[in-house]
């Protein structure tokens, strides 16, 4: 199974591996094969590695908005990792900061926050609640002082 899995990394570049519950998808993935490949097994958790990054606007906030409705309808539970700080709003209800060059005394957890916007959320008006704005402000705010 190991070849065979190495094989389509090789090849394809990208592949979503699923070992029973949990489901992970690899950078770089076209984001409907990786999700066709990583959802078909029916996960509880299914962690994702910058899976939009590379797609226009539109069809990123399509396949956010489709993601936030299997976590709604399926209770997927999915552990998103993104440099996009309005789409970790957006789609988390804890966005959990990392600091840059961890190391002993430094730890790698740098900040957790909560994020108490109602759901469902809509790209326009969600993106224009108070709550949606502050959590921006706040973590633009922490980036630009160097994650102390």
Same mark, same amino acid.
């Given at each position: ?8 990394? $090789?090849? $394809? ?38 899976? $939009? ?96």
């Amino acid at each position: 199974m190991l070849l065979f899995l190495l094989f389509l990394l $090789f090849f $394809f570049g990208h592949f979503a591996l699923t070992f029973g519950v949990v489901s992970y998808s690899i950078p770089f993935c076209p984001s409907n094969l990786m999700s066709a490949l990583g959802l078909a097994q029916k996960p509880e958790l299914m962690m994702m590695d910058e899976p $939009f990054g590379a797609l226009d606007a539109l069809t990123r906030q399509s396949l956010q908005d489709e993601l936030a409705r299997l976590v709604r309808d399926d209770g997927l539970t999915v552990l998103f990792v993104t440099h996009d700080l309005e789409e970790a709003i957006y789609l988390g209800d804890r966005v959990i900061a990392l600091q840059a060059n961890p190391g002993p005394g430094r730890p790698s957890l740098a900040r957790m926050i909560d994020v108490k916007i109602p759901r469902p959320r809509d790209q326009l008006t969600t993106k224009e609640h108070p709550e949606y704005l502050r959590l921006r402000r706040e973590l633009f705010a922490f980036i630009e002082q160097g994650h102390d």
